[in-house]
């Protein structure tokens, strides 16, 4: 099974600061996914990633196979971007294993 | 991409009894999956939902607890049965996107057994 690890575990920032979240895994993978999570439960999909870098609007998502290790990047951040980030991997069988989740506390 | 729907988008159900949660699928896909995340935790696969044949349950969790339906390739029902209040968690099902490998993930089911 794939150790999924990310960090930090909690992450609070003031409106319009740089924000970078961290996720390392254990067992090669097929694709690398950035999920958000708000209060009510729903995930969307935000990255899926396979190699080198996506961008949509502020957030920039990389993931370097080789050292097993991929972040999430938010410039510009608001606190409309205060939500849970979870790391997911897809080891080739569409079975993700998850990280813990980082939360982002973005206050105006 | 896919958009998909839960229902119940929550219950407060009472111990001992079960509850079906729907997933559906505005376009045909392959595979479908059911998640659960329990209080302060990250997301576990229950078991992959199989179109025409039985679910594949991951290991800790099984058909009795868990039965899965899967009666065509935009439909799928988790029953979460003989509840408790370890069974309080939010389901998710999620489907695979035209064997690109992308998934897309339901709004959640939020469940609180009393």
């Known amino acids: 099974k794939n150790e999924v690890e990310q960090s930090p575990q909690n992450l609070t920032a003031q409106e319009g600061e740089f924000i970078t979240i961290n996720c390392s895994y254990s067992?090669?993978?097929?694709?690398l996914h950035w999920l958000q999570q708000h209060p009510g439960g729903g995930i969307v999909s935000l990255f899926m990633?396979?190699?080198g870098k996506k961008k949509h609007g502020r957030l920039i998502a990389t993931i370097n196979i080789q050292e097993k290790h991929s972040s999430l990047h938010i410039t510009a951040s608001h606190p409309r971007d205060s939500a849970v980030y979870i790391c997911a991997v897809d080891p080739n069988d569409y079975k993700l294993s998850f990280g813990a989740g980082t939360t982002v506390t973005v206050r105006a | 991409s896919a958009v998909i729907s839960q229902k119940p988008s929550r219950d407060i159900c009472q111990r001992g009894t079960s509850l079906t949660i729907q997933c559906q699928v505005d376009s045909q896909v392959t595979m479908m999956f059911w998640y659960r995340q329990q209080p302060g935790q990250s997301l576990t696969l229950i078991a992959t939902a199989n179109q025409g044949s039985e679910a594949t349950y991951e290991s800790g969790f099984v058909i009795d607890k868990f039965p899965i339906s899967r009666p065509n390739l935009t439909f799928s029902t988790l029953t979460v049965s003989n509840m408790s209040p370890e069974d309080s968690s939010i389901y998710l099902c999620?489907?695979?996107?035209?064997?690109?490998?992308?998934?897309?993930f339901g709004p959640g089911t939020r469940l609180t057994v009393l």
């Open positions: 990633l396979s190699s």
């Open positions: 067992v090669g993978i097929s694709a």
């Open positions: 999620s489907v695979d996107w035209g064997g690109t490998i992308e998934q897309f």
